[in-house]
């Protein structure tokens, strides 16, 4: 069965303090993975798009990485406003047809 | 640039009531688009998507409904509501199957 996984559930850091989300997957026909950051009561904003393996995206204090059967986002000297939560999605392709399959997200808060 | 509206932004309906929720795109043609369920603890849920116009794929057979009268418009109806249709709902768009979806910031819908 086709599965996404994101751990830890919540995190909490200091300002600065730098750490890892991870987003395992076992799915069938992956096609990409994707990381979106959602803030409180909006709809998820894209921030990567991961295609094969050993491929990585930078954007700020984020860097995603992906390997076979796992993507990390890593966080460097985060801040306040980094706080949200990070969902990561994996696409898959079934006889054609693709389908995005989402995992439940890491909640973030970066304290000052 | 492409943007997408979605709206109300919060709904409060009574059990049994009609559902008609809204979504545009601009500044795209023939986007994919989208309708997705997010509970609380839960990954997002796809609910039905579209290639193009009067073509709906349903994903979870359910009380509800989408059509797309023109390029850029998905609606989602439902005749009679239920209590479990409360939930956050997102809309999105992309340029192919395969690529990054782009999300509205959704409808809180609380049905009472």
């Known amino acids: 069965e086709d599965q996404v996984t994101q751990s830890p559930e919540a995190l909490r850091l200091q300002e600065g303090e730098s750490s890892s989300l991870n987003c395992s997957y076992t799915v069938s026909g992956l096609r990409g993975l994707f990381w979106y950051r959602q803030d409180p009561g909006k709809g998820p904003e894209f921030l990567f798009t991961?295609?094969?393996a050993g491929e990585e995206k930078e954007k700020e204090r984020l860097k995603a990485t992906l390997t076979k059967k796992e993507s990390f986002l890593h966080i460097t000297a985060p801040k306040p406003e980094d706080s949200a939560t990070y969902l990561c999605a994996v696409l898959r392709s079934t006889s054609g047809t693709y389908k995005y399959i989402f995992g439940t997200g890491t909640r973030l808060k970066v304290l000052a | 640039s492409q943007t997408i509206h979605q709206w109300p932004a919060t709904l409060v309906q009574p059990v049994g009531s009609p559902l008609s929720l809204e979504c545009t795109v601009e500044g795209t043609s023939n986007p994919n688009l989208y309708w997705y369920r997010q509970a609380a603890g839960r990954g997002l849920q796809l609910l039905f998507y579209?290639?193009?116009?009067?073509?709906i794929s349903s994903e979870v057979p359910q009380n509800l409904s989408a059509s797309r009268p023109q390029d850029r418009q998905f609606i989602l109806s439902s005749k009679k509501l239920l209590l479990s249709d409360s939930g956050f709902y997102l809309c999105?768009?992309?340029?192919?199957?395969?690529?990054?979806?782009?999300f509205g910031q959704g409808t809180r819908l609380t049905v009472v």
């Open positions: 991961l295609y094969s």
């Open positions: 999105a768009w992309s340029v192919t199957p395969n690529t990054e979806a782009f």
């Open positions: 579209s290639v193009g116009i009067g073509q």
